[in-house]
């Protein structure tokens, strides 16, 4: 059995290099042209989904519908989920990575950024940006509501979602993607392929790429493999981990 794992395609933010998290922004043309050519590679493979899951935010969904067109696979079930969002990034949400770099030095944006059990500078309760003033987060109760995360909160609000609501549809048969975020498919990647918290810190995953796992019947990665070019996605990959160095 197979999963398919799509981070969105570049939005403005990921053009002006800013921390992203939970702020709700739009693709560039660029990224819309991304999920539209993930969308053609996964059709000339010939996958085909069931059911798609996908976060609250609008990078992710309007990734998700631009691949599904150009599927022509729209007969599916799509779930929307907040636990499938980004890692929320704080305070540092807004701020251009490369500048904050330079502030504060590389290795504790690394940290930062990559850190799994770190977490970034949190928001004030008060702050507009807080995402309690998101009405998408209204049903949440203030606990669930992050003022900041580091990976570990996102493995804490991601596994659980997978094991009790994505896996049992997997182990069915039921042919899944996960359109979601940099950090939320990072959380996912460490549980399948039983990464530790140390080498977590060496995973970037490039916009846009369909990302293949081939699983045993008890979910136990087989391969994983990413479809398309293989030196562009080795230097897509190599520009996401060079995002926040100053040199």
């Known amino acids: 059995m197979k999963i398919i794992l799509l981070r969105h395609g570049e939005s403005k933010w990921n053009l002006e290099n800013k921390f992203t998290g939970w702020t709700d922004v739009e693709l560039t043309r660029k990224g819309k042209d991304e999920a539209k050519e993930a969308g053609l590679l996964l059709s000339s493979e010939n996958i085909e989904f069931d059911m798609v899951f ?42 251009n990575k490369l500048e904050t770099a330079r502030k504060y030095g590389d290795e504790q944006v690394l940290i930062w950024r990559r850190s799994y059990d770190i977490r970034p500078p949190h928001l004030e309760w008060e702050d507009e940006r807080h995402p309690r003033f998101d009405e998408k987060y209204n049903n949440l109760d203030n606990k669930d509501i992050p003022s900041s995360e580091c990976l570990k909160d996102t493995v804490k609000r991601f596994l659980p979602y997978w094991e009790n609501t994505i896996s049992p549809y997997v182990k069915s048969g039921k042919k899944i993607m996960i359109v979601a975020h940099g950090n939320s498919l990072r959380a996912l990647v460490k549980h399948l392929d039983n990464i530790s918290n140390e080498d977590i810190v060496g995973l970037n995953i ?42």
């Open 54 to 95: 996908t976060s609250v935010l609008k990078r992710a969904i309007d990734t998700m519908n631009i691949c599904l067109n150009n599927m022509k696979n729209m007969d599916l079930d799509i779930f929307y989920d907040w636990r499938l969002n980004e890692r929320h990034y704080g305070a540092l949400q807004g701020l």
């Open 206 to 247: 490039p916009t846009g790429i369909p990302l293949v796992f081939e699983l045993d019947k008890n979910l136990k990665p087989i391969k994983n493999y990413y479809l398309g070019n293989q030196d562009k996605i080795s230097a897509k990959i190599k520009s996401v981990a060079n995002q926040a160095n100053s040199k």
